[in-house]
C-alpha cells in the first residue's frame, strides 16, 4: 500500500500515524508544501495523510498551494480513496467538500476530552470509548460537509472528528501526539500559550501526554486498523 502525506510544515509530522505505517509496511512518501508544493497523480497512492498547520484553509492568498491542494484532496475523496486529515488536515477536507471554515469561540490547547455522539453509522469507529482525552491545538473549526456524520465532540468544539463514508476522517484533535510531537508544536507555537480556559501551560501538557498518550494512541491504532481492513 502506498502513503501520501502532505505536510505544511516541518514541526508537525505523523508522529504515532508513521508508527503504524512503517509497522504495517506502507511504501510512505511526501508533498512537504513548505519546500516544494509538487502533488502526484491521485492514481499512485492509495492512502493520504493530511498533517496540521498554523496557517488557515482561507489564506489561500498568502499559500497558493492550498488552491491545488484542496482541489487534489477532493479527487482523492471521490476517487475512493483512504483521506485521513489531522487538525489543518480536517479543515482541508471540509473545505474541500464545500464546508466553511472559520475561527472558533476560543482556542484550545492541551489534553481535554472528547466525547463520542451516538448512534454512529461509521464501522470504523465502533471501537471508540464514549470519552477519551486527546490533545488539541487549534483556533479554528469548520461546518460539517453534507453527508458527513459527526463522531465526536468537545466541550471546547462540536465538530472534533467527522466521517463521510467509511473511506474519510477529519480529526480536529491531535490522537497521533507523541512527547517529541508535543515538544515540537510547543517550541514553535509557544506564542500561543496565553492563558485561558481550555489552553494548558507547557509543564501541564507534557505531564498528560505521559498520562494519556499511551491510551490515545491504542484507540488511534485500532481506527487505523478498522481503515486498513476497508482496502484489503
Given at each position: 500500500?502506498?502513503?501520501?502525506?502532505?505536510?505544511?510544515?516541518?514541526?508537525?509530522?505523523?508522529?504515532?500515524?508513521?508508527?503504524?505505517?512503517?509497522?504495517?509496511?506502507?511504501?510512505?512518501?511526501?508533498?512537504?508544501?513548505?519546500?516544494?508544493?509538487?502533488?502526484?497523480?491521485?492514481?499512485e497512492v492509495d492512502w493520504i495523510i493530511i498533517m496540521g498547520g498554523p496557517m488557515?484553509?482561507?489564506?489561500?492568498?498568502?499559500?497558493?498551494?492550498?488552491?491545488?491542494?484542496?482541489?487534489?484532496v477532493k479527487q482523492c475523496i471521490e476517487n475512493g480513496k483512504i483521506v485521513?486529515?489531522?487538525?489543518?488536515?480536517?479543515?482541508?477536507?471540509?473545505?474541500?467538500?464545500?464546508?466553511?471554515?472559520?475561527?472558533?469561540?476560543?482556542?484550545?490547547?492541551?489534553?481535554?476530552?472528547?466525547?463520542?455522539?451516538?448512534?454512529?453509522?461509521?464501522?470504523?469507529?465502533?471501537?471508540?470509548?464514549?470519552?477519551?482525552?486527546?490533545?488539541?491545538?487549534?483556533?479554528?473549526?469548520?461546518?460539517?460537509?453534507?453527508?458527513?456524520?459527526?463522531?465526536?465532540?468537545?466541550?471546547?468544539?462540536?465538530?472534533?472528528?467527522?466521517?463521510?463514508?467509511?473511506?474519510?476522517?477529519?480529526?480536529?484533535?491531535?490522537?497521533?501526539?507523541?512527547?517529541?510531537?508535543?515538544?515540537?508544536?510547543?517550541?514553535?507555537?509557544?506564542?500561543?500559550?496565553?492563558?485561558?480556559?481550555?489552553?494548558?501551560?507547557?509543564?501541564?501538557?507534557?505531564?498528560?501526554?505521559?498520562?494519556?498518550?499511551?491510551?490515545?494512541?491504542?484507540?488511534?491504532?485500532?481506527?487505523?486498523?478498522?481503515?486498513?481492513?476497508?482496502?484489503?
Open positions: 500500500m502506498k502513503a501520501l502525506c502532505l505536510q505544511h510544515v516541518p514541526f508537525e509530522g505523523m508522529a504515532a500515524i508513521e508508527t503504524w505505517l512503517v509497522q504495517h509496511n506502507f511504501d510512505i512518501s511526501y508533498t512537504r508544501f513548505f519546500e516544494s508544493p509538487v502533488l502526484p497523480a491521485v492514481e488557515s484553509v482561507n489564506d489561500e492568498e498568502e499559500f497558493p498551494w492550498l488552491v491545488a491542494e484542496k482541489q487534489f485521513l486529515g489531522i487538525c489543518l488536515g480536517a479543515q482541508l477536507i471540509a473545505s474541500s467538500m464545500g464546508a466553511k471554515i472559520y475561527r472558533n469561540p476560543q482556542k484550545e490547547i492541551g489534553w481535554f476530552p472528547i466525547r463520542k455522539a451516538s448512534n454512529l453509522k461509521s464501522t470504523v469507529f465502533k471501537n471508540l470509548p464514549n470519552e477519551l482525552q486527546v490533545f488539541h491545538w487549534h483556533g479554528e473549526t469548520f461546518d460539517l460537509p453534507q453527508g458527513a456524520e459527526l463522531i465526536a465532540s468537545s466541550e471546547a468544539c462540536q465538530n472534533q472528528i467527522f466521517a463521510i463514508g467509511n473511506k474519510t476522517v477529519g480529526f480536529q484533535c491531535h490522537l497521533e501526539t507523541t512527547a517529541a510531537s508535543l515538544a515540537s508544536i510547543v517550541a514553535n507555537c509557544q506564542s500561543e500559550l496565553i492563558p485561558a480556559t481550555f489552553i494548558q501551560t507547557e509543564k501541564e501538557m507534557a505531564e498528560k501526554e505521559a498520562m494519556y498518550s499511551e491510551k490515545m494512541h491504542l484507540h488511534l491504532y485500532k481506527i487505523l486498523d478498522n481503515l486498513h481492513g476497508l482496502t484489503r
